[in-house]
């Protein structure tokens, strides 16, 4: 069984309105295959519960946008493994979780048919599949997001949500902990493939825009669709 996974946590002030979100996110409910919607409160992502209880001002990445790219917005995108890690213990018969953002429609040349396809070829993955437009080698720095991944789309068999989930946390911790910054989740992905090489993420060459789903080359594929599903579960803090 698989599953997508999306979710849409408010944000002060972020560029893109709540009603924009709404109509975005609606075609992506629409398309037919199964989803569980999430809903959270900024407060309970686990990054600002931990910045909270760590008692300590960071900084975060701004890059050419500061007004996107807030601390609030850092957090919100730390939250997608987590949420990954909350629909798998919600599902128990679901073996193939993909993550796609609430958003994706505004995304070039997606299409629900682009969707559903992507889901259909997905359905028996079994390797963490996630899209990027830089090669493993592309030199980088924190100041701008590192596009060895693009975000917005992942693949992940069931044995490694919670691996993955944790190697984010650690990986967002340690970089506090060194740096006393928190930058995009496509950075700290990039740098989890670097210092976690057990998991096996298969990176394939994509861009932003449709490429994100029909350069997707499955495993395996199957048939076979469960009802949709829509479910509101919060966000927790790291244990």
């Not at 018969?93 to 995304?107: C, E, L, M, Q, R």
């Not at 079994?126 to 592309?138: M, N």
């Amino acid at each position: 069984m698989i599953i997508v996974v999306t979710a849409f946590v408010p944000i002060p002030g972020h560029p893109r309105s709540e009603e924009e979100y709404a109509r975005l996110g609606q075609r992506l409910l629409e398309c037919d295959f199964p989803v569980l919607r999430m809903e959270g409160e900024l407060e309970a992502c686990w990054l600002l519960q931990f910045l909270h209880g760590r008692g300590k001002d960071c900084y975060h990445a701004l890059g050419d946008n500061p007004q996107k790219n807030t601390l609030a917005y850092h957090a919100v995108q730390a939250q997608k493994t987590d949420l990954l890690h909350e629909a798998m213990l919600f599902m128990p018969k679901a073996t193939v979780f993909v993550w796609i953002d609430y958003g994706i429609f505004h995304v070039p040349g997606v299409t629900r048919q682009t969707l559903e396809s992507f889901v259909l070829r997905a359905c028996n993955e079994r390797v963490i599949a996630i899209p990027g437009c830089w090669d493993r080698q592309a030199v980088h720095d924190d100041a701008y997001p590192n596009w060895r991944f693009c975000g917005g789309v992942m693949v992940v068999p069931r044995e490694y949500v919670q691996p993955l989930d944790q190697a984010m946390k650690r990986e967002y911790i340690r970089r506090l902990t060194d740096h006393n910054h928190v930058t995009w989740e496509v950075n700290v992905l990039a740098s989890v493939e670097q210092r976690y090489p057990e998991l096996p993420i298969w990176w394939y060459k994509a861009d932003h825009n449709a490429s994100l789903f029909t350069n997707y080359q499955a495993t395996e594929a199957a048939d076979g669709h469960d009802a949709k599903v829509t479910h509101k579960i919060r966000a927790t803090s790291l244990k």
